[in-house]
């Protein structure tokens, strides 16, 4: 039978936005919550009718040749544990995409996710303008906010992902208070990644989401607070050069991020970045895009003398680590999900299945630039959530027969 209460899924859902901010070493609260949400399905009897959707074959091939490829992997441990990691991505999603029967239960666990997602804000919110620091936060002192995330990057990355809920809201309050507060954070982050990911995703709101009547008026609204932008420094004495730093700081950032002229080797934040991809795509090639295994990547850093040994290019990772066919089945699986979602919210009759599939759509497309900046982002678990919930979405949509 199917699982009927949506409190445990709810539980489920809050357990793995929190991931390690509600943890004990490496275990953490989502663990105990999965374990029992499995305990309550075998006692329910529930197991034997978890149909796997076709949606998640290709993620289950994956994860098996992840597995499989600790037979040739550099480190058999750090293979298992990158394995372990798709593997817990695999049960998030095949959880969410087998145990939403229905709208109405759909929209109880998006209203937790939503939750959840906002108390994120508020904590990341108190640690830019007060002293307070969640326990999993590495950093004991000034404003950078880490939110449940431990890493600003992952952070900035999450709420790239989370704020095409606020941006397609209809409540004005949450619309534009979660939004400005999310963009916020991203600026207080200053991850240059996140913040080509957050114009990305901007862009493709504007041109591909946004009805034609109200691109009209945004383009109205962003050019009276570019006019106020540079008027009222001159009679208030408000700095407009920071807001100028930051965007030429992130192109000129991106310009040398992708350039083949300068030099590749360890040094600043760009250039190490540059020295990881190199040796990356090195890898590969050396490798006849085979790929070096299941947590190879960490290894290869390591042996060539680089201090950061994680890839901080996702998708680079994921084909370094399992090849051109394995990573590149991942990378297309994950886009094919974000452009389904797409045709759901552009056909779907139902508002509510129009709310979250241009939601998650969006927020996918716009955290796949995000990725990149953020040293991996296998294990955030947020991106999981946000998978299985598309697919539930795109199950829902097709059941109840809402597209055009």
Same mark, same amino acid.
């Given at each position: 039978?199917?699982?009927?209460?949506?409190?445990?899924?709810?539980?489920?859902?809050?357990?793995?936005?929190?991931?390690?901010?509600?943890?004990?070493?490496?275990?953490?609260?989502?663990?105990?919550?999965? !374990?029992?949400?499995?305990?309550?399905?075998?006692?329910?009897?529930?197991?034997?009718?978890?149909?796997?959707?076709?949606?998640?074959?290709?993620?289950? =091939?994956?994860?098996?040749?992840?597995?499989?490829?600790?037979?040739?992997?550099? @480190?058999?441990?750090?293979?298992? *544990?990158?394995?372990?990691?798709? /593997?817990?991505?695999?049960?998030?999603?095949?959880?969410?995409?087998?145990?939403?029967?229905?709208?109405?239960?759909?929209?109880?666990?998006?209203? %937790? =996710?939503?939750? !959840? %997602?906002?108390?994120?804000?508020?904590?990341?919110?108190?640690?830019?303008?007060?002293?307070? *620091?969640?326990?999993?936060?590495?950093?004991?002192?000034?404003?950078?906010?880490?939110?449940?995330?431990?890493?600003?990057?992952?952070?900035?990355?999450?709420?790239?992902?989370?704020?095409?809920? +606020?941006?397609?809201?209809?409540?004005?309050?949450?619309?534009?208070?979660?939004?400005?507060?999310?963009?916020?954070?991203?600026?207080?982050?200053?991850?240059?990644? @996140?913040?080509?990911?957050?114009?990305?995703?901007?862009?493709?709101?504007? +041109?591909?989401?946004?009805?034609?009547?109200?691109?009209?008026?945004?383009?109205? $609204?962003?050019?009276?607070?570019? +006019?106020?932008?540079?008027?009222?420094?001159?009679?208030?004495?408000?700095?407009?050069?920071?807001?100028?730093?930051?965007?030429?700081?992130?192109?000129?950032?991106?310009?040398?991020?992708?350039?083949?002229?300068?030099?590749?080797?360890?040094?600043?934040?760009?250039?190490?970045? *540059?020295?990881?991809?190199? @040796?990356?795509?090195?890898?590969?090639?050396?490798?006849?895009?085979?790929?070096?295994? $299941?947590?190879?990547?960490?290894?290869?850093?390591? %042996?060539?003398?680089?201090?950061?040994?994680?890839?901080?290019?996702?998708?680079?990772?994921?084909?370094?680590? /399992?090849?051109?066919?394995?990573?590149?089945?991942? !990378?297309?699986?994950?886009?094919?999900?974000?452009? *389904?979602? +797409?045709?759901?919210?552009?056909? &779907?009759? /139902?508002?509510?299945?129009?709310?979250?599939?241009?939601?998650?759509?969006?927020?996918?497309?716009?955290? %796949?630039?995000?990725?990149?900046?953020?040293?991996?982002?296998?294990?955030?678990?947020?991106?999981?959530?946000?998978?299985?919930?598309?697919?539930?979405?795109?199950? /829902?949509?097709?059941?109840?027969? &809402?597209?055009?």
């Amino acid at each position: 039978m199917k699982i009927k209460n949506s409190s445990m899924l709810s539980l489920f859902v809050i357990s793995a936005f929190l991931s390690l901010a509600v943890s004990h070493g490496p275990f953490y609260l989502f663990h105990a919550v999965a !374990i029992l949400y499995v305990l309550l399905l075998i006692l329910r009897g529930g197991t034997h009718e978890i149909k796997l959707s076709r949606l998640a074959l290709p993620l289950l =091939f994956v994860v098996v040749f992840s597995f499989f490829s600790t037979i040739w992997a550099p @480190n058999a441990v750090n293979a298992l *544990r990158y394995s372990t990691y798709l /593997l817990i991505g695999f049960v998030i999603f095949v959880t969410l995409s087998s145990n939403i029967p229905s709208i109405d239960i759909l929209n109880k666990i998006f209203r %937790s =996710f939503l939750i !959840i %997602s906002s108390l994120d804000i508020f904590v990341s919110l108190l640690e830019i303008f007060t002293s307070f *620091r969640p326990p999993v936060s590495p950093y004991s002192e000034g404003f950078v906010p880490t939110g449940f995330h431990w890493n600003p990057n992952n952070l900035a990355a999450v709420m790239v992902l989370i704020l095409p809920f +606020f941006l397609f809201s209809h409540k004005f309050a949450f619309k534009y208070i979660g939004s400005i507060a999310i963009v916020m954070i991203i600026f207080a982050i200053d991850s240059r990644g @996140n913040l080509l990911a957050l114009a990305f995703l901007l862009l493709l709101w504007f +041109f591909f989401y946004m009805k034609s009547k109200k691109r009209i008026r945004v383009t109205m $609204a962003f050019c009276l607070c570019v +006019f106020g932008l540079i008027v009222l420094p001159e009679f208030k004495g408000v700095p407009i050069n920071i807001l100028e730093s930051k965007i030429s700081g992130t192109i000129h950032s991106f310009s040398r991020y992708v350039s083949f002229s300068s030099q590749v080797g360890p040094g600043d934040s760009i250039s190490t970045r *540059r020295f990881l991809i190199y @040796n990356g795509i090195k890898a590969l090639k050396d490798t006849f895009g085979w790929g070096l295994g $299941a947590g190879g990547d960490q290894i290869l850093q390591g %042996s060539l003398g680089s201090e950061i040994t994680s890839m901080h290019a996702f998708w680079l990772e994921i084909l370094v680590n /399992l090849g051109i066919s394995v990573g590149g089945i991942f !990378i297309l699986w994950y886009f094919y999900i974000a452009f *389904r979602l +797409f045709y759901v919210f552009k056909k &779907s009759r /139902l508002p509510s299945l129009r709310y979250y599939s241009g939601s998650l759509s969006l927020g996918l497309l716009g955290f %796949s630039v995000g990725a990149m900046s953020a040293s991996s982002v296998i294990y955030v678990l947020p991106m999981w959530l946000a998978l299985g919930l598309g697919c539930a979405t795109i199950k /829902l949509a097709k059941k109840n027969g &809402s597209l055009e």
